[in-house]
């Protein structure tokens, strides 16, 4: 379809960071399924403290309840209890093999969310699903060679979007991982990449011709390939979406709905929320009697290092300490003009080393050494005063290099495991 000059300005416009200060608006909040389990003071305490919005937590769906169990309301109970003031977003999703095919499921799996929202009035946004672009999540990931991923999906979601006749003021946020192989022969990982995906998500709205929005905010995870890679890194060569390919997602959007019904994200209140990121620390060995196990990322940072950060001017280093790259992607996320929310992995480190230590305070509650400088980001963004110029220099040194290792990417073990 040709796109019009104004719509073109328009795109153009989202693409750029603005050299001015960012607005207030982004949500900022944590990966963070301990509400559910227990009152912690300390933690929530740290979460108020730091200006934390949010909290992301997860439920499990058994492929076929319409209905919550005694147990589900009992988790559910302690987390609207525990949780004071933020905003809470309950993604909602079953085992691979229980993601739903059949009109039958999708109407159980959204009854099932139905009975959520019926009963908890502070919940009303939801994750439909959960890293749907990987078979680790769910499956099949594709037919034969023929990808069907993406357009069972659109069912699913297209199917919940009815949930809004009942409740009107429900927010839907679809979930996609930052990478993918693109290969349905994969010994193992069977997987698309975002920007298949994407482009297969918006061929099946174009087909199924649907008439409404699917998602309110496009959800997207966009962990780098380490946590040593920078929150700026683009990587032009491949399919992989992280924070730094701002563009490429948003060219991936604009591509699928553009001039459908799904309004493209910065436009009619729909953006983009990262809905999970992260830079591991090293374990002090005053904290090591904390954790457990063997870690398993091979570039863990230190939560902060002495002196200023000595990256090169080609944008060839290392992220310098946790406190520099977590800070640096918070204030990145409040000056991409359509992203809405910023999610960190995690408020307390998990204790189990295979498992993710991202948070800004130790297995025990304590806070980091980068405690500060994190609290300081995301008061400069409730406050609207992200000096998106600064970035924007940050972006210009540090983006445009293209890193071409793999990694590990995001541990598979932790919150979702729960």
Not at 156 to 181: E, K, T, W
Not at 217 to 244: A, C, K, L, W
Not at 255 to 275: D, E, H, K, R
């Amino acid at each position: 379809m040709r796109k019009s000059l104004p719509f073109l300005v328009a795109l153009a416009a989202l693409l750029i960071v603005p050299m001015a200060q960012a607005g207030p608006g982004l949500v900022v909040g944590v990966n963070d399924d301990s509400p559910k389990w227990k009152a912690d003071p300390v933690l929530a305490a740290a979460a108020a403290d730091l200006g934390i919005s949010a909290y992301r937590l997860t439920m499990g769906w058994d492929g076929s309840q319409t209905s919550l169990s005694g147990a589900d309301r009992a988790m559910l109970d302690r987390a609207t209890r525990n949780i004071h003031g933020q905003r809470v977003l309950l993604s909602v999703f079953g085992t691979p093999d229980s993601a739903p095919h059949s009109d039958a499921a999708r109407t159980a799996y959204c009854a099932y969310v139905g009975a959520i929202l019926s009963s908890y009035p502070t919940i009303r946004t939801i994750g439909i699903w959960n890293e749907v672009n990987k078979a680790s999540f769910w499956r099949p990931q594709y037919d034969g060679s023929k990808s069907v991923a993406p357009t069972e999906y659109v069912k699913l979601l297209a199917a919940c979007s009815s949930l809004r006749s009942a409740f009107p003021n429900v927010v839907l946020v679809s979930s996609l991982s930052p990478r993918g192989n693109d290969n349905p022969r994969a010994v193992s990982n069977v997987s698309h990449s975002p920007v298949k995906f994407i482009a297969g998500m918006g061929t099946a709205v174009r087909g199924l011709a649907l008439q409404g929005r699917i998602f309110d905010h496009f959800g997207q995870n966009v962990y780098g390939s380490s946590s040593s890679e920078r929150p700026f890194r683009t990587h032009p060569h491949n399919t992989d979406i992280t924070q730094g390919d701002y563009a490429k997602l948003m060219s991936a959007l604009t591509s699928a709905f553009g001039g459908t019904a799904q309004p493209v994200p910065g436009t009619q209140g729909v953006t983009i929320w990262y809905l999970e990121t992260g830079f591991q620390t090293t374990i002090p060995n005053e904290k090591r009697s904390l954790y457990s196990g063997a870690e398993n990322d091979a570039h863990p940072l230190a939560p902060v290092m002495p002196g200023p950060d000595p990256g090169r001017s080609d944008g060839a280093s290392a992220g310098w300490d946790q406190a520099t790259q977590l800070a640096n992607a918070i204030r990145l996320a409040s000056c991409q003009p359509a992203v809405g929310a910023f999610f960190n992995f995690q408020l307390a480190d998990e204790s189990n080393l295979a498992g993710w230590q991202s948070g800004v305070l130790w297995a025990d509650g304590t806070p980091k050494p980068s405690y500060a400088a994190v609290k300081a980001a995301i008061a400069q963004v409730n406050g609207g005063t992200v000096d998106c110029a600064a970035i924007n220099s940050l972006v210009t040194t540090f983006g445009q290099t293209s890193f071409s290792g793999k990694g590990k990417g995001r541990k598979t073990a932790g919150w979702q495991s729960h």
